[in-house]
């Protein structure tokens, strides 16, 4: 309550000393990695590599790299996540495979192995309509 500590500057300060590092750690949850999936998002079809995210987002590459390492992330695994999610939404909507692949900067001959390989399921086969496809080996 605000007015708890309002009235009394020294105690507000002690509180405040105590609550900044976790109001620090929560505004920063997570931020660099909707950030990142909103920027490969918008940039699709290009495919954006991690230095050109770095610079949309007036960073480094190697801070960013570092804030995803903090979040349990990396790069690759937001750009696979993302694609793939698009993707999906794009079965589930009935745009047909070719389309799809050109519409997320795929060549469209390797997009349903792609698709396979990142989902275990065939391309406008939504899960659960048909057994898992299994990898050949």
């Known amino acids: ?32 990695s909707e950030l990142v999936c909103r920027h490969l998002t ?15 987002m007036s960073t480094t590459e190697r801070t960013l790299r570092r804030r995803l390492e903090r979040e349990d992330t990396s790069f690759q695994r937001l750009k696979d996540t993302t694609m793939v999610e698009i993707a999906i939404n794009l079965a589930a909507a009935s745009v047909d495979q070719s389309a799809a692949a ?6 469209s001959h390797h997009f349903g192995k792609w698709f396979r390989d990142k989902t275990g399921y065939k391309y406008g086969d939504p899960p659960g309509s048909q057994q898992e496809v299994k990898p050949l080996n």
């Open 42 to 56: 918008m940039a699709i079809p290009a495919n954006l590599n991690l230095a050109a995210v770095a610079k949309l």
């Open 102 to 107: 050109k519409r997320l900067g795929k060549e």
């Open 1 to 32: 309550d605000r007015h708890c500590v309002a009235g009394d500057p020294e105690a507000r300060a002690i509180a405040m000393r105590a609550v900044e590092p976790w109001l620090q750690m929560a505004a920063h949850e997570k931020v660099f």
